[in-house]
């Protein structure tokens, strides 16, 4: 019988049979359609921000959020990281796992919570890991929603030299270093049109350090090699049969807008939807018309319909 959730908004762990144990939150009724929220690269549960997963539960979805393997509470595994050359080179260790086996983490917490079937939500790499749930398990796909994703084609999603060169530098090492680095990067991808808000950044970077159950700088690079190992992932995603939204902004300086283009290209009836002046962040400005791009895209599948109304 699986494991019923426990207090909303509080750490959980699932132990899957591959030894990984995945933290998750629960939130919402436990009668409404299931949500799951999968976070980008480096990124825990908590980016997800209240006020976002608030606006889901308050639209009637059960919204679950997870930290993905090395990130957050979750099992940072022993492997080594890659070196910096070899994430330039695109040069995967062998040990390195793959968005497959993270896709997996995220069943696994859906095998533990007794959800069959869930709408997958993934913004960055956690798009990448929910087209991959799509993709492999289209049995537990009631819809898919990528954010700010692609493909992994080498010539889309391609990220701009200036953020590569972000990307580059010696990794913080005290939480006060691992805010000014996350205000840095945030800054330049955030897009032009929604400024951040630098105290409301600044807690969540603290807060992400703070959660950290291992050394994020090395998670963060095992992250950057999953996504390597794991290659063009076109082919995959023919095979998503799910009803699927991709939103994406027009000033991404980490994955350029080609890289949702492209999603759209590769996944059947794909909806696209591109918010100017968007780039690689979330702000709270963008809060309320996101999730209702998401919400309403979610409804219309249990409605039967395959689109979301573009107004």
């Known amino acids: 019988m699986p494991e019923t959730s426990g207090a909303e908004g509080v750490d959980q762990y699932a132990t899957l049979p591959s030894g990984i144990r995945i933290c998750f939150r629960d939130y919402g009724d436990k009668a409404d359609p299931a949500m799951l929220l999968v976070a980008g690269l480096g990124e825990d549960l908590t980016f997800w921000t209240d006020s976002f997963v608030g606006s889901l539960v308050t639209r009637g979805f059960r919204v679950v959020v997870i930290d993905n393997r090395d990130a957050g509470q979750s099992t940072f595994v022993a492997a080594p990281p890659p070196g910096l050359w070899r994430r330039i080179a695109g040069r995967p260790r062998g040990d390195a796992y793959a968005l497959a086996d993270m896709a997996r983490d995220g069943i696994g917490v859906l095998d533990h919570l007794g959800i069959s079937r869930v709408h997958l939500v993934g913004r960055s790499m956690g798009g990448m890991i929910a087209q991959t749930i799509a993709a492999t398990a289209p049995e ?19 990220p701009a030299l200036s953020t590569v060169l972000l990307l580059a530098a010696p990794p913080a090492r005290s939480r006060t270093a691992a805010v000014r680095a996350h205000l840095r990067l945030t800054r330049h991808i955030a897009g032009v049109g929604h400024p951040i808000d630098d105290a409301a950044e600044a807690a969540v970077a603290a807060r992400g350090w703070d959660r950290s159950a291992g050394d994020p700088a090395a998670g963060t690079a095992r992250h950057i090699q999953a996504i390597q190992r794991s290659g063009d992932r076109t082919a995959r995603l023919s095979r998503v049969t799910a009803p699927t939204l991709v939103i994406n902004g027009d000033r991404d300086l980490l994955i350029s807008p080609s890289g949702g283009a492209a999603t759209v290209r590769a996944i059947r009836s794909a909806q696209h939807v591109v918010i100017p002046g968007m780039g690689h962040h979330l702000p709270e400005a963008l809060v309320g018309p996101i999730t209702t791009y998401i919400s309403q895209h979610a409804d219309r599948v249990g409605e039967g319909g395959n689109h979301v109304r573009i107004s």
């Open 140 to 158: 537990r796909a009631l819809s898919l929603t990528s954010v700010y994703s692609t493909t992994g084609a080498r010539r889309v999603g391609r």
